[in-house]
C-alpha cells in the first residue's frame, strides 16, 4: 500500500513518531472536534474512508437491502435547549439523561412510575402513559420502556420526522448512541447499531487507553494551525502535512521535557 508522501518520512524506525503518525490519522478520522474549524482537517480523510467503505458496500449489494443491513451515518448533534422526551422513568432511563443535559437538551420525562433517580435531575416530569402526541414540537426522543410502547413511540416519531433512541431495543430505534470518549475537545464515538452494546463500552475502555493524555494540546495546536491557515491561504492539499508536522513537534517536545 502506498502512503501518502508527507506520512512516509514519519513511518520509519522511530517508534515514537510511528505512534504519533497512526495516532494522528485515527484520531483525525474518528472525530476531531475543537473549537472553530479544527474538525475541517479530518474531513477530507474521514470523506476517503467513508467513500472506501461505500464502494466496498456496493460492490457487495445484491439488489435492495434490508433496511437493518443498511449502513448507518455516524453524526454528533448539537441540541441547543431543543426539546428532547425520555420515554420511561426507570433505572435505564435515569442513567441516559446526563449525556443529553450535556448536550444541551430540554428534556422531558414521560411514564406512569418516576424514580427517584429521574427525579433527582433537572428535568421536566409528565406522569402518565406516553402518547403520541407527546412528541409534537421534539427534537429528539430516547424510548427506554417496554418494547410494546418503544413501537408506539417509533411509530409517532416516524410519522413526525423525530429520530428515536430505543435503548436496548434496536428493532424500535432510528439512532444509536455508542460508546463515546471526550478529552480535552476531542470526541471518539464507538457503535454496533445497538447490536452489541457492551463491545462497544469495551472498545471505548481500549481506545481511551491509546488516546495521549495531551490530546487537548493537540486540538488546540490543530485550531491555532487551522485558522492560520484559512488566514493565509494555504492549499487544502498541503493543510493536512502541515498538522502532521506540527503535532510531531509536540510530541518531541513533550520527549525533551520527560
Not at 442513567?95 to 444541551?104: D, E, F, S, V
Request: charged share 20%.
Amino acid at each position: 500500500m502506498h502512503l501518502p508522501d508527507y506520512v512516509e518520512p514519519f513511518v520509519e524506525t522511530d517508534p515514537g513518531r510511528w505512534r504519533v503518525t497512526g495516532a494522528v490519522a485515527g484520531t483525525v478520522a474518528l472525530a476531531l472536534l475543537g473549537d472553530g474549524e479544527a474538525w475541517m482537517l479530518g474531513y477530507p480523510f474521514a470523506l476517503a474512508l467513508g467513500a472506501g467503505a461505500a464502494w466496498w458496500a456496493a460492490s457487495r449489494s445484491h439488489g435492495d437491502e434490508p433496511a437493518e443491513h443498511l449502513p448507518r451515518l455516524p453524526v454528533f448533534l448539537r441540541f441547543d435547549h431543543r426539546r428532547a422526551v425520555v420515554v420511561g422513568a426507570g433505572t435505564v432511563a435515569a442513567a441516559k439523561i446526563p449525556a443529553l443535559l450535556a448536550a444541551g437538551a430540554s428534556v422531558t420525562v414521560i411514564a406512569p412510575v418516576i424514580s427517584s433517580g429521574v427525579r433527582r435531575q433537572p428535568v421536566d416530569i409528565i406522569e402518565r402513559e406516553f402518547a403520541p402526541e407527546d412528541l409534537d414540537g421534539a427534537w429528539f426522543v430516547t424510548a427506554a420502556a417496554t418494547p410494546e410502547v418503544n413501537r408506539t413511540v417509533r411509530d409517532a416519531a416516524e410519522s413526525r420526522g423525530v429520530f428515536v433512541n430505543a435503548v436496548d431495543d434496536p428493532a424500535n430505534a432510528t439512532a444509536y448512541l455508542g460508546g463515546t470518549i471526550a478529552r480535552g475537545g476531542v470526541t471518539v464515538a464507538i457503535s454496533t447499531s445497538g447490536t452489541a452494546p457492551a463491545l462497544a463500552g469495551l472498545l471505548r475502555e481500549a481506545f481511551d487507553e491509546l488516546l495521549p493524555e495531551d490530546i487537548d494540546a493537540w486540538a488546540r495546536r490543530a485550531h491555532e494551525l487551522s485558522q492560520a491557515q484559512r488566514r493565509d491561504g494555504v492549499p487544502m492539499a498541503a493543510r493536512r502535512p502541515e498538522l502532521l508536522r506540527a503535532l510531531n513537534e509536540l510530541y518531541e517536545s513533550r520527549e525533551v521535557r520527560s
